[in-house]
């Protein structure tokens, strides 16, 4: 069940990733959105912590 929840936590990240690339894309005033997408990430990657 763990290792489920890790499979669709880590799915999230990449959908994440993938948004920051095309606003990247953008301009570079999104640049700062994309500092704020990463903030996300990194909490996801805290669940991990915790799940593991």
């Given at each position: 069940?763990?290792?489920?929840?890790?499979?669709?936590?880590?799915?999230?990240?990449?959908?994440?990733?993938?948004?920051?690339s095309?606003?990247?894309?953008?301009?570079?005033?999104?640049?700062?959105?994309?500092?704020?997408?990463?903030?996300?990430?990194?909490?996801?990657?805290?669940?991990?912590?915790?799940a593991?």
């Amino acid at each position: 069940m763990i290792i489920q929840a890790f499979s669709g936590q880590r799915s999230a990240v990449s959908g994440q990733r993938s948004a920051v690339s095309g606003q990247r894309s953008a301009v570079s005033g999104q640049r700062s959105v994309v500092s704020g997408q990463w903030s996300v990430v990194s909490g996801q990657w805290s669940a991990f912590s915790v799940a593991q």
